[in-house]
């Protein structure tokens, strides 16, 4: 699996712990609910700045999300 694909799957089970919908996480990102989609199917690479916000949002570290560690917490 590559990296934007454990990305999004990540993105998707945090999002889903929380309860959200794709359509507000896009609101938070500030792109369509399709982006949105495509970030987490992993059809789509972030910028540095998306990703920071993920992790604050998220309360887990970019490594986390990149697939670089295993542990959610900085």
């Given at each position: 699996m590559d990296t934007l694909q454990i990305m999004g799957t990540r993105l998707k089970t945090l999002r889903k712990e929380r309860r959200i919908y794709q359509r507000e996480m896009g609101d938070l990102?500030?792109?369509?609910?399709?982006h949105y989609q495509k970030i987490e199917h992993g059809d789509v690479n972030i910028s540095a700045l998306t990703l920071c916000t993920l992790?604050?949002?998220f309360e887990?570290?970019?490594?986390y999300l990149l697939g670089l560690s295993e542990e959610r917490n900085p």
């Amino acid at each position: 699996m590559d990296t934007l694909q454990i990305m999004g799957t990540r993105l998707k089970t945090l999002r889903k712990e929380r309860r959200i919908y794709q359509r507000e996480m896009g609101d938070l990102l500030g792109v369509t609910l399709g982006h949105y989609q495509k970030i987490e199917h992993g059809d789509v690479n972030i910028s540095a700045l998306t990703l920071c916000t993920l992790a604050r949002y998220f309360e887990v570290s970019a490594d986390y999300l990149l697939g670089l560690s295993e542990e959610r917490n900085p």
